[in-house]
């Protein structure tokens, strides 16, 4: 009679089960280390998407004020350091657009060279801040001037103390002794606000060893970082006819009576700015672990006519991103004049009497 074998796994198929089940539990921690860094990765370029979208909003809503309020030819600025300055070769845009929010009235008789004298009927509400540019336009913008505050202001004062006279914009102050600043014409001038904005990269340390790009913006004498992981910066201008140039502020300006079809409405003078393209490239925020070697993720693309350039910092995706912004206003024949008033209740208004309302009379 044959003996029954006893049930059981011989030495082999335990080796061969084992084998087998290490073999399965290493692709799946594989697969796992692979999808969580796809997952952080994605997380990374999802974070630079993020910035990069609030950077392009940004800087197109306010680069569609340029030039509001203020003539052409000084629209836009050009400092020294305007271009090539920083060590990611990135660009500065500087351009000037009227508040449209803060407008006051100018007290008759004070219009003085190192001060201005609000009209207590339209008081200041908000702060303002030493450097902060001042616009002051006559009744029908039959003539206007600047001027640059120099000590904060706060809401509720009646003068408004200005830097000394340069000559140059926006130090312009000697000319507020003209008739039609000092309420001659029946009616006073009105005080605005000239916003310069100014944006550009620049590497900031963040824990005394690492530096994160962020793009910034100073407005008045404000720096702020708006939108992080921001690494190029570019501009280029182009002209009515879609050519694109670099403007030089020293050629002959446009005036607002020049013809349109006059030869400097296409010269390269800044004042025939008509769209700026902005290019911008936008780091991931977070190391790519698939981009292990020490010269992959190293290069800020070649974009705006410049060729790509070595960040020195690998590992990490980028992303590029621009837009195209008309700037209309520089295409103004007539200065803006401030908003005409709806008084309908002062007595002898815009004949004699100022608005209540502060605004600008119809016709002058």
Known sequence: MRARREAGFTLLELMISTALVALAATAMTAGFLSFSQMLHAQEGIRSGQASARQALHLVSTSLRLAGYGVEPPLAFAFPEDWKGTYANSSDRLVFYARNPRLHLAMLAGGAETDALTIDTATPLEVPLYAGDIIQVICPGASNWSYGVLSADVEPGAETLPLEADTGEFPYLNNEFDQPCFDGA????????????????????????????????????GVDEPVAEDIEAFRVTFVKADGTTFVPDPEAKAPEYDTPSNDPLRLNDHPANIRTVRIGLVARASLPDQGLRLADHGK???AFAGVEAID???????????????????????TMFIPPYTDDKTTTNVCQGAAP???????GG
Do not use: M
């Open 356 to 362: 209540s309302d502060g605004l600008n009379c119809a």
């Open 185 to 220: 014409l029946g009616v006073p001038a009105f005080i605005y606000k000239v916003e310069r904005f100014d944006y550009w990269v620049e590497q900031v340390n963040v824990d005394g060893v690492n530096t994160r790009p962020y793009l910034f913006r100073r407005r008045g």
């Open 299 to 301: 290069l800020i693309p």
């Open 311 to 333: 960040s020195g910092r690998p590992g990490f995706r980028r992303l590029l991103y621009e837009s195209s912004i008309h700037v209309r206003n520089l295409a103004s024949t």
